[in-house]
Structure formats: C-alpha cells, structure tokens
C-alpha cells in the first residue's frame, strides 16, 4: 500500500476536517502508523539536533506542537476499537498495542531531547514564562521522569519491554470482557419468562434479539438491559443466570482474564520499582490529587462503616419487603435490585415505569443542551448528512458568541461490537500551539435501542448522559494554548469534577419542569413526582456506596502488594470482601475479572477511588449554587469556566478550585449527599 493510497496519510477535505469514515478500512492503520511512527521520531531527533540553546519555545511548546498526524490516527484508532470495533480491528488492535507503546518509549526515553527538556525545567524558575507556560514544561518533564527518562542501561530497557507487554495485556483483557459482552444471550421464549417486565423493557429487549437476528426477546449483559432485567423480572431463577452472567465476565474458559490480571498486577509492580516506589500504589498517586495512598484510605475512613450500617438498614427493609411478597427472605445478591424497586416505589411512591415515559433520550439531549446554553453560552445545532463512523451516531456544532467552538458527537447505543459502559473521547483536542485547534468530542453510551419507539431512559441514564456530557463541556470549553494541557488532560482524580458536577443539573427542578414531558401526551412531568424523584436519591445508597466502595479500595490493596506476581486475584478477592466485611447480597460493583477501569489500561489504576475523591470537590461546588438560590447563578457559571472547564490543566488543581470556591473542599456535603452523615 502506497502512501497516496492511504486515506490516513492523506489530509482530510471532509466537513470539520472529521476522518473521512466511509474510505478507511483497518487495513490502512498498520502502514500508516509505521510511517507516522517514523516521521514523528524524526522530529523529535530534529529538535534534540537543534543547534541552539534550548528554550521553552524551541523545547517544550514544539514537544507539544510534534506528531500532530500520528496523533489525529491514533485518537481515530482509539475511538474505531472502543465504539466500532469488527474482528478484523479488533485483530489490528491486538498487533498495534505493543507497537504504540514501543513507539512512546522510544520519545519519552529519548536521551539527547531529554537533556534539552531537563536544561529548560532547571532554569524554570528564572525563566519569564506565563502560569500556563511554567505548568506545560513541569508537567512534560514528569511525564518523561514517569515514564523512564531518567533510567539507564539494563533498567531502561526492561521499563521499556514491559510497557509494551502490558500494552498487549491491556488489550486482551478489554478483548475478552467484550468478548462475553458480544456473545452472551439470555432468550425469553415465553410470556412466562417475560413476567414483570414493563413494556420499554420489552421493547429494548425484542430490539436486541433483532439486532442479533433472532426472534423473540433477548436479554444481553449490556447495562442497560441486564439491571434492568435484575430490577423488573419477577422470575427469581431467571434473575440469577443473568446475575452470574454479568458478574462473571472474564472468566470465560478460552478468554479467562485471571492470569492476565496477575501478569498485570506484577508487571507494574516492577515498573514502580524502576522508578525507585515501593509499590505501582504509590507511583499511580504521586502524579494524582491525593499524593499518596494514605490519604484515599482517610477519605474512605469516612464512607466504609456508615455506608455498611446503611446497607444492612436497607437489607432489613428488603427482606420486610419480601415477606410481604410472599418471597424467600434471605437476600440474594440477583434479588436486591428487584426488592430494592419495591421499597422504593412504596416509600416514594414511585416506580421507573411511571418515570421513563418522561424522559425520552431526545428531549433529554435537549435539557442537558439547555444546561450549558444558560451556564456557559453555547448552542448546539444538529447537522445531518455528514458520514460519520455509524448510523447511530449524531452530530452538532457547538456555537459560542456567535462562533464555532467545536463539534459535538452523541453515540448513544449499545451494539455488538461496542465495549460496554459510558465514556466521553475525542477525536481532535483543542490547542492554540501551531495554529487554532477546535475539539472533536464524543460522548459514548450504552442505552437500550426501544424498536421503533422512542428511547426512554432511567433516571439513572439521565445521569449518565449528564455526566459524560460534563466531560464533553470540559473538552469544548477548553481555552488553552498547549494539547499537553488541554480539556481532560488532568490528573485523573481532577478529571471526574466537571462530570459529576454536571449530574446535578438534572436534578434541577426548573430544568425537568422545562424538559421532562410525557413522550405520549406531552404533559410536563408533574412538580410532586419531581420532587418524590429528589427525595430518593438517597435511597439504597448504602447499597451503592459499598459495591463503589469495596471495589476502589480493592483496587488500591491490590497495587499496594508486595509481591503480586504471586496473587490469585479471585482468592485475593475474596479475602478482601472477607476482612472488609463487604456483605454477600451486595458485593462489588466491579469483580477483578471483568474490572476494566483497572486492567484494560492504567488510567484507573489504583485510582478507582478517584470517582469518590471527585465526589467530594462536586458536591462543594454545587454547594455553592444551592447557597446562592440559583442553579445558574450569572456570576458563579463564569468562575466554573474560567476556573474549572476551560482551564485544562493549566493551573494546579488544588488552586484552580480555591480560585472557583473560595475555600478547600471538604468531605461533609458528599457524605450529606449520600445520607451517611446520620447513619
């Protein structure tokens, strides 16, 4: 294959300068990766060669200006093998990830750019650089010292085969669990197997059993089906295939993700050890918020033993419920959703089948829009007719004072060959460094497709879609002028702020009196049911902060071993749930074998705590709205721009976050939040 007759070596004359979809094939990724490889090699040789001093602009800035073409492939590859991803990709990725990684050691362990960068960072002090221009070339030179710059000889190579072995590892793993995603099925032959079942749930499962091409109704392990099925099903035997199922994923014979985990856990282990950690723990959070693993654990002090007392309240409630019913009593784990609906739609009054029918996918696409148009000034118009990677998939400019400001892309269907979850990614990052940069941003569901009908979402979905659209204002909004520091490329402890802060505008009576409408009558969604909807969302948080809970501080034991490369990690499971007290009918939200936040890259490692860490500066945020009597406070909507969705990475965190609040974040409005500071 030539490079002329490579679409990706090409440039792009496509609306937006989006990847022209329809012509790439994967195929085209391995050639054009290899020359990109070589041409982005060539320019970091060409400025370690530079015969002149090294300087911020000649160092620093042009790093962050290099490989702009291999990286508009790569974030294309990235997006194509998590949202749209055949065998024959899927076999790509798998060739590609050792390639990748062996690609990025070659530039971070460049010995001649990296003394140049090193003689910049010693002079950073004295030298007349902007806030911004100082946090660029400190956080470039940790990424070189955390990625094994400093190391020599033997050490220096074996850091850099393991990068690449886990590379590969990643990718089976993320392979595997999709694998058992894809091909699970759980058919519903007879109305019998159907009992309970309301008529969206039904619908979204008749739609997946055509999607697949089978008659009748199917229930897969996407989220969006299974919880569901666990939540509604009235047939306790049908449940509790679905439960082992979905909880047993990675441990299919043939695709069985334990000993990847273990060669994982180890092989990061020894990388830590390079760099002079005693544990991958504390090398994962020196570059974090949190600084050390110790302060995870005071933070999660607070949380455990209130968060169980309120779990075992709830499993009491559970089992009253129950015998009500005439059922068994002893809580299983594939009864708690079910149990948990009942006591919430008598304690509430209210039940998901009355709620869904107002919250169809689109109007809440509108309501979420709405959000940023008061917050921040954007507007969001739909574009049809411009290819785009599937069917699915939507596209909206985003406009700003009257200008373009980015492009907006909303995946919002679960499918065969899409992982699962709900994500938020991009295409293009925004920059000003060589030239204006816009963002390309998607944000990537799993919603249940409803056949012809409208799509309506849970009041959990709801959230969902507003918390990746969180990620997706941080993306648009990014004002700064380096990719190295640009929307998402924060600490990943930091990066879940402008998500879950967003959640909270869903609940915001205004916004759902505006948006939430029947999708049969039109009638706007009743003030008392909106209300009824606030008021339980404390409700069964005891349950959900134990299966967070138990799975982040899981994570965190894991990657503070000692020798992990000996750790059976079921065994180590179990004995974790054991000593924590984890109770059986709860568990863990995520099980090792199956736990992709954690194994299928490092991004999460020992870092599934972050959500919570993030849970804490959200809800003092938004506390300071709630003080001011207006969600969308004027004056207060400018700061969290300024301070906290256009920033980037900019500014550290810790400042950037005084600067919007006025003060240090505390724990108490997260713990009020989640009902546990009486428990």
């Known amino acids: 294959m030539t490079e002329s007759s490579n679409p990706l070596l090409q440039d792009w004359h496509t609306p937006y300068q989006l990847p022209p979809f329809a012509q790439i094939k994967p195929e085209h990724f391995i050639p054009a990766f290899k020359t990109l490889f070589a041409e982005h090699l060539a320019q970091i040789d060409a400025l370690a060669e530079n015969p002149a001093a090294p300087t911020f602009e000649n160092t620093a800035a042009a790093l962050d200006a290099a490989g702009a073409r291999l990286q508009r492939v790569h974030l294309l590859f990235e997006n194509l093998c998590s949202s749209e991803s055949p065998a024959e990709l899927q076999a790509v990725e798998r060739e590609m990830a050792p390639l990748l990684a062996a690609h990025a050691s070659k530039v971070s362990m460049h010995a001649g750019f990296f003394a140049r960068l090193d003689a910049v960072h010693r002079q950073a002090a004295t030298l007349p650089l902007t806030e911004e221009q100082q946090r660029l070339l400190q956080r470039l030179h940790t990424d070189f010292v955390r990625t094994g710059a400093t190391l020599k000889g033997a050490a220096r190579e074996r850091f850099a085969a393991i990068a690449e072995r886990l590379a590969d590892l990643h990718t089976q793993f993320a392979q595997n669990v999709l694998a058992d995603e894809a091909t699970y099925q759980l058919p519903l032959t007879t109305e019998a197997d159907l009992a309970g079942l309301p008529d969206f749930l039904r619908g979204a499962a008749k739609g997946a059993g055509q999607e697949r091409g089978l008659h009748g109704h199917v229930i897969t392990l996407s989220r969006s089906l299974v919880l569901p099925f666990l939540t509604w099903s009235t047939r306790r035997d049908l449940r509790e295939a679905a439960w082992h199922a979905w909880t047993s994923r990675g441990e299919t014979p043939g695709r069985d993700n334990r000993p990847l985990a273990r060669e994982i856990l180890a092989l990061r282990h020894e ?30 002090r607070q949380v455990w033993e209130p968060a169980k007392a309120s779990a075992e ?36 009054a209210l039940d998901d089948a009355e709620v869904k029918p107002y919250f169809s996918l689109d109007a809440m696409l509108g309501a979420m829009f709405d959000c940023a148009g008061r917050l921040f000034g954007l507007t969001f118009v739909e574009q049809t007719g411009v290819p785009l990677y599937h069917p699915d998939v939507r596209l909206w400019e985003v406009r700003r004072g009257g200008e373009l400001a980015g492009i907006f892309l909303g995946d919002n269907y679960a499918r065969p060959n899409k992982q699962g979850g709900a994500w938020m990614s991009v295409y293009r990052h925004q920059s000003r460094n060589g030239g204006m940069s816009l963002p390309v941003v998607v944000n990537n569901n799993n919603f249940a497709r409803a056949g012809d009908g409208p799509t309506l979402l849970s009041f959990e979905d709801v959230r969902t879609l507003f918390h990746e659209f969180g990620h997706g204002l941080h993306g648009l909004l990014s004002d700064v002028g380096y990719g190295r520091l640009s929307g998402t490329n924060v600490p990943r402890d930091y990066v879940e702020l402008p998500s879950q802060l967003m959640e909270n505008w869903a609940t915001v009576p205004e ?169």
Do not use: C
Request: net charge negative.
């Open 313 to 348: 309240a709830e499993r009491e409630a559970l089992a009253a419920q129950a015998a009500a019913l005439g059922e068994p009593t002893d809580i299983e784990p594939w009864d708690w959703y079910y149990l948990a609906e009942k006591v919430r739609a008598v304690r509430y």
């Open 271 to 300: 990388q830590a050890q390079l760099l002079g950690y005693d544990s991958y723990a504390d090398y994962a959070l020196a570059d974090r918020m949190a600084g050390k693993p110790s302060a995870v654990y005071e933070l999660f």
């Open 511 to 679: 916004v759902l009196g505006k948006h939430a409408r029947h999708v049969v009558t039109g009638e706007p969604i009743p003030a008392a049911l909106i209300e009824r909807i606030r008021a339980s969302q404390t409700f069964n948080q005891g349950f959900e902060t134990v299966a967070y809970a138990s799975s982040a501080l899981i994570d965190m034991a894991l990657h503070l071993q000692e020798n992990p490369a000996g750790i059976d990690i079921a065994s180590f499971e179990e004995q974790e749930r054991e000593r924590l007290g984890v109770p059986r009918a709860v568990g863990m939200r995520h099980r090792l074998p199956h736990f992709g936040h954690v194994f299928s890259g490092s991004y999460y490692a020992a870092g599934y705590y972050v959500y919570m860490w993030a849970e804490v500066l959200e809800a003092e945020a938004f506390d300071a709205f709630e003080e001011a009597g207006n969600a969308f406070d004027p004056a207060l909507a400018e700061k969290l721009y300024r301070y906290i969705y256009s920033a980037g990475d900019s500014r550290e965190e810790r400042a950037a976050f005084r600067a919007f609040r006025g003060r240090d974040p505390q724990a108490a409005p997260m713990l009020r939040k989640r009902g546990l500071l009486a428990a």
